[in-house]
Structure formats: C-alpha cells, structure tokens
C-alpha cells in the first residue's frame, strides 16, 4: 500500500512539472508571434519586442520623357527630370523616382540599371549620357557612403555597376533619384525602355 | 493492477505526452527564431522603376539627311 502511495505521489509530481512546463511552452508561443499579454494586480511592465522590417518602395516608379526628337539645328539634346528640355522637342518633365523607406530599420541602398548610355540611347558614344542623382525629400533622409555625393549627377552603369548610394536610408524617409539623359542626333530610334533597380538591405 | 497503480500510470502517460509535445515546439521555435533573424539581417532585396522615352527621328522625310 505504502509503495502505491509513493507511485501515485511521483506521478503527480511529473504531471506537474509536464503542466508547468507546458504553461512555459505557452508562454514562448506567445512572444513568438509578437503577441502582448499581462497581468498585474498593482503595477507592471509590459515588454513589447517590434520584429525588425526592411522595406523599401518605389512610390513613382515610372520616368517617362514622352516623344521628341533632336533639334535639326543640333548635334545632340539634353533633357532631364528637373524640367530643363535643350535643343530637343519633348515636353519638360518633372516626374523623378520616389523611394521610401516603408520598414523600421536603416537600409542600404545600391542603384544600377539595365543598360548604360550606348545600349540605352545609342548613337556617338562620347557625346550620348545616361545619368542620375540622388536627392533627400525630408534632411537627412539618406546618409551617402564616402566617395558619393547627393545632388550630384553621375554616369550609369560605371563602375561599379552597382553603386552604393546611400549608406543609412533612415525609416519613413524619401530620396527622389532625377534622370538626365544627353540624346545625339545619330541615336537609337523609337520608344527606349531601361529598368533601375535599387537593392537593399538592412544597415 | 489496482486503482492507484492505474491512476498513477495515466498520469504518467498523459505527462510524458505533454513534456515530447513541449519539447518539440520549443524546438521547432529556437529554430523558427533563429531562421527569422538570420532573414531580416542578412537578406538583400529589390525594387524597380522604369525610365522610358520615344526618339522620333528629326531628318525624318529627307534623302540622304536632308530634313
């Protein structure tokens, strides 16, 4: 009888335990998928962990100069997202790239695009340019690496292919990305597309 | 077996079968957390815009160049 007794008393105390552990395992499923609960009879702390997001957007994603052409009178055109339209006929556009930092973290950014201004624009390869530049919406939106500039128009595709532009793109914030392109008399004809991608990752 | 053997081997059932299912998620989370972090810090992601134009060609009508 005394031996029964000592069983049923360790069975009990290993189904404690297996409840107590379970009420942890709970617990851990809980934080797991970011869920707050509390209870406090006086006071208490809630801790709260925020999963860390990188996300970046394009909020206009799309440059589009329209159609033109090359003044006869000209050698070459230059027109740019900045609205300026030289010795050519497309009308003045002032739409860029807008990119937001829609997570929570810093990010990286790098640009590069698909084709560089020969296999883009065509024509006398030492007049024809292809060229971006890296501007902050709100002040200190995007943190430049050392070596790159905001404000400042640079060539695509040079190398490095994909350039770092921006070394902390800090969350909430916007970059606008303006386009430039100089267009020979002699270049690629018809409707020319090219695709820019910004890669990233959290800084 | 008598009552108390019996209750007690169910009670030992029922525990073990708590402590493998509990075992068994912990670990399946150390390893979902682990993978998460790994995903948020490490991983390189992208996005695209399109720059597009039309070039009409300015001698157009013209033989040999003239416009």
């Keep these: 009888m005394g031996r029964d007794n000592y069983l049923v008393f360790t069975a009990l105390l290993v189904f404690s335990f297996s409840l107590f552990n379970l009420a ?5 499923i809980i934080n797991f998928g970011s869920a707050v609960t509390g209870f406090a009879t006086d006071s208490g702390v809630v801790n709260l962990t925020v999963g860390s997001v990188v996300s970046i957007n394009f909020t206009n994603a799309s440059v589009n ?23 050519g006929t497309w009308a003045p556009e002032t739409l860029k790239f807008l990119i937001i930092n ?61 350039r770092e532009i921006c070394a902390d793109f800090l969350p909430g914030k916007n970059i606008t990305i303006d386009i430039k392109l100089v267009i020979p ?16 990752e959290a800084s | 077996m008598n009552e108390k053997q019996r ?25 979902a957390q682990k993978a998460r972090e790994e995903d948020s810090k490490g991983r390189v992601s992208e996005a695209t815009g399109v720059v597009q134009l039309e070039i009409l060609s300015s001698k157009e009508g013209g033989v040999n160049g003239e416009g």
């Design chain 1, 24 to 28: 942890s395992t709970y617990n851990l």
């Design chain 1, 185 to 200: 008399d002699n270049s690629n004809l018809g409707i020319l597309t090219d695709t820019v991608t910004i890669t990233y």
């Design chain 1, 65 to 87: 100069f329209g159609s033109g052409e090359v003044n006869s009178s000209a050698t070459f055109a230059t027109i740019n997202t900045l609205g300026s339209v030289v010795n």
């Design chain 1, 102 to 162: 829609l997570g929570n973290e810093n990010a990286t950014l790098n640009f590069s695009s698909g084709k560089n201004a020969s296999t883009f624009i065509g024509g006398n390869v030492s007049i024809a340019s292809y060229q971006y530049n890296v501007s902050n919406v709100e002040t200190g939106a995007c943190v430049p690496p050392a070596g790159f500039s905001l404000g400042t128009f640079y060539e695509v595709n040079t190398t490095p292919v994909s």
């Design chain 2, 7 to 31: 209750l007690a081997v169910i009670l030992l059932v029922i525990a073990i079968i708590l402590l493998v299912t509990s075992v068994v998620i912990e670990i399946s989370i150390a390893g």
